[in-house]
């Protein structure tokens, strides 16, 4: 170096520097060029370092911080070669032969997809979808509908209570009133939702399920009509050989009432087939009249039926799954199997 001018020689160190930075094809080369000028006992910088002494003092302070300089300068571009290196080449680790990585798409839920279908074959029959307030008064959930407070329904065992007299719904049912409030007859409805129960969490129960209501309201409709749109509901949904039974059953809001049940035919991949047992779908009956004079009807004048559908256990009998929890779980592996 020249002693006359030692910021020259720093100035041309680091141009020689920075282009053997740039030229360094790979880790090795670049570390090589790291030691070569900044090494600590070696480096060239290091060397320009030591000859301070032969510097005069009054130009030091302005030598050594030139030299700082031009050794953070070369520090960074060492570093910004070193990560230009690390990513991969295209050509040397891309194998255009791999199979893609296949692209992760959302699915809807099991249950919901069992409600959409349920849902789309009495709006094709001509109903209406309504719905109401999952947190609804007690009036709403028992008294309009006939059902005394204390009828076991309505118990703390049974029911959870936000406060005194509001309640998480135990059924879809007080949809039916809200739904006769807000409306004239005709009626035409299905109204799906969450309902909340004081259960134990088994492979039959959870505390919060799907209920799908129906209610039909208008002059002249009988147990027949109710008979008749059920039969084609699950013919449509779970084909023409479908049976359906109705067995009498009670509840406080309907009268007569009675549960629901099919049995399907199963068609094997080699073409014989078996039946199903028969399958509990639902509570239903014509609704009493108390409840359609507690809407402001006149009972006299209006009849109707009505029906609370569980579609998590049309799901699981659907996909064959034996514990109702699973739906619940949330473990993507199981779900994705149902993702359409
Ligand atoms: N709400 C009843 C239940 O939860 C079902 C039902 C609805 C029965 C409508 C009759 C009419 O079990």
């Known amino acids: 170096m020249s002693e006359s001018n030692p910021i020259a ?17 790979d880790r090795e080369s670049l570390e090589e ?23 005069p003092v009054e130009r030091r302070p302005e030598v050594g911080k030139s030299a700082n300089a031009v050794k953070e300068r070369v520090s960074t571009a060492l570093e910004a070669r070193q990560s230009e290196l690390v990513a991969p080449s295209a050509e040397s680790e891309l194998d255009l032969t791999m199979p893609g990585r296949s692209r992760w798409r959302g699915g809807l839920h099991p249950i919901t997809q069992a409600v959409d279908e349920i849902w789309h074959i009495f709006r094709d029959l001509g109903f209406a979808r309504a719905r109401g307030p999952e947190a609804d008064t007690v009036w709403y959930n028992f008294e309009a509908l006939n059902t005394p407070l204390d009828h076991p329904a309505a118990d703390e065992q049974d029911t959870l209570y936000l406060v005194d007299s509001v309640l998480l719904r135990s059924h879809t049912s007080p949809v039916q009133m809200r739904t ?3 409306n004239e007859p005709p009626i035409r409805i299905i109204a799906p939702g969450w309902v909340y129960r004081r259960d134990t969490y088994d492979a039959t129960h959870t505390p919060a399920f799907m209920q799908i209501e129906g209610l039909v309201i208008d002059e002249g409709i009988t147990f027949v009509d109710f008979k008749a749109t059920l039969a084609e509901f699950a013919r449509r949904y779970w084909g023409p050989d479908t049976q359906v039974r109705f067995r009498p059953s ?29 399958l509990e779908i639902m509570g239903s009956g014509m609704v009493d009249p108390n409840v359609i004079a507690n809407a402001g009807y006149d009972p006299e004048r209006y009849t109707g039926w009505a029906f609370g559908m569980g579609p998590g256990r049309i799901a699981m009998l659907k996909h064959g ?18 993702a359409r």
């Not at 020689?16 to 094809?25: H, I, M, N, Y």
């Not at 060029?33 to 510097?55: C, F, K, N, T, W």
Request: aromatic fraction near 12%.
């Open 9 to 25: 020689d720093l100035q041309a160190l680091e141009k020689e520097a920075l282009a053997a930075v740039k030229s360094a094809q």
């Open 33 to 55: 060029v790291r030691v070569m000028y900044l090494g600590r006992s070696e480096g060239r910088l290091s060397a320009i370092l030591r000859g301070l002494s032969q510097v």
């Open 180 to 182: 006769m409030e807000a």
């Open 250 to 278: 009670y509840f406080p809001f309907t009268e007569p009432s009675a549960e629901v049940d099919v049995k399907r035919i199963i068609t094997r991949p080699d073409g014989t087939q078996y039946e199903t047992e028969w």
């Open 321 to 338: 799954v034996q514990d109702l929890r699973t739906f619940f779980e949330n473990d993507i592996r199981f779900l994705e199997q149902f």
